[in-house]
């Protein structure tokens, strides 16, 4: 089974083909990522605009790579996935639109997937892991603990009520006049820092939900930057130094209760998953180390590229979907908003600006 895939959610341009073999185990014959990152920094954040026009300029060279690279021709393809949502509209409508283009062209199914099913599928892709297993998701978009209990089969068990684990730490690099974007920069920062120098909330901090807060943190943070200016590298580094450990904290805490909850109505996980931008720090991904033994299961983190958004991760999501007969039609809507979990209700006090809760 070979697969497209066609990613164009937020600022990344990317495409890919990737094969699925009969014993469930996928091979990568190309994944082609094009940041936008510089089109973008200038504003300190993603302009939505700005992404809609590069995806649109940079996307058919891509698909074009990809397929070249992967040595596969359009009509030897099983299926075109594309992520429909949830996120940036335009740039959904982009990807999208252009997956439809291919399918009907060349008469291949479409198979329309939604990003974060993307996210929770890709363990898969790059080793054997047999469902269910948990899934802590942290991106600038998304701050999730899900149950992944089958193909098509999601449970969310917790969510942010404001920002984005990884907006947060891009908003406070901002404050701190570090450059976008900002997770690199304040884990950076963090190293040479005294993280006890700054008395930081650990917000939700032993609640019997699995929720995440991060904006009053975040206000704190600025509290102090505007009580101290102006900052000094050193000031800057503490800061950031007490911002991770408050946010390691309370991710622990957060994810420990995610497992409890998991562990009562789905029995032991056969790991613990950690996808999205944020993942890629270290101090977090140590820290989940301790998290999973807690609860006695394994930690599996996927590559840092694969961990990203890129479109390898969007065919395996449509190979597995194809692979359980699966497959939309060319109605199929691009979604600003699209929930994993269908039955999931906003938290208490959701107040969250970005796509999906
Ligand atoms: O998954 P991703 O590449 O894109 C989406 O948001 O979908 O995640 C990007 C986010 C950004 O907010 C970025 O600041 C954050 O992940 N990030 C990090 C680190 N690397 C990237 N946050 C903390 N520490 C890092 N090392
Ligand atoms: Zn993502």
């Known amino acids: 089974m070979l697969v497209l895939g066609i990613e164009t959610t937020c600022d990344e341009t990317a495409a890919a083909v990737v094969e699925r073999l009969p014993d469930g185990s996928a091979r990568i014959l190309s994944n082609i990522v094009r940041s936008q990152t510089e089109e973008h920094a200038p504003y300190g954040g993603v302009v939505p ?11 058919d060279g891509l698909v ?5 690279e992967s040595g596969v021709g359009f009509p030897q393809l099983s299926g075109i996935a594309a992520a429909a949502g949830p996120g940036l509209i335009g740039g959904v409508i982009v990807g999208l639109t252009t997956a439809k283009a291919i399918a009907l062209v060349h008469r291949t199914p479409l198979i329309a997937v939604n990003h974060l099913e993307a996210h929770a599928l890709t363990p898969r892709l790059t080793r054997a892991l047999e469902f269910p297993y948990c899934l802590f998701l942290a991106s600038g978009g998304h701050t999730q603990i899900v ?8 449970v969310r068990l917790g969510t942010t009520v ?13 404050m701190l006049g570090l450059p976008y974007p900002g997770g690199p920069q304040v884990e950076r920062a963090a190293e040479g820092g005294d993280a006890s120098r700054f008395n930081f909330p650990r917000p939700m901090l032993g609640r019997p939900d699995a929720n995440f807060s991060l904006s009053g943190l975040k206000t704190a943070v600025r509290n102090e930057a505007s009580r101290i200016d102006p900052l ?6 503490d800061l950031c ?11 622990a805490d957060r994810l420990g209760v995610g497992l409890k909850l998991f562990q009562e109505r789905f029995g032991t996980p056969r790991a613990l998953v950690a996808a999205g931008g944020v993942a890629a720090n270290r101090a977090i991904r140590a820290s989940l180390e301790g998290v999973a033994a807690k609860a006695q299961t394994m930690l599996i983190i996927p590559p840092p590229a694969l961990c990203t958004d890129n479109g390898a991760m969007i065919a395996w999501a449509g190979a597995e979907r194809l692979a359980a007969g699966l497959t939309d039609t060319l109605e199929a809507p691009p979604r600003a908003r699209w929930l994993l979990d269908a039955n999931a209700q906003a938290p208490a006090g959701f107040a969250n600006t970005r796509a999906g809760f």
């Open 64 to 68: 074009a790579r990809a397929m070249k």
């Open 147 to 154: 149950a992944v209990l089958g193909v098509g089969n999601y």
């Open 241 to 251: 130094a007490g911002f991770q450990a408050a946010v390691l904290e309370a991710t």
């Open 49 to 59: 605009e700005i992404a809609a026009r590069a995806h649109v300029e940079l996307l």
């Open 162 to 174: 404001d920002d984005a684990m990884g907006e947060a730490f891009d908003k406070v690099a901002k």
């Open 232 to 237: 000094k590298p050193q000031d800057i580094s």
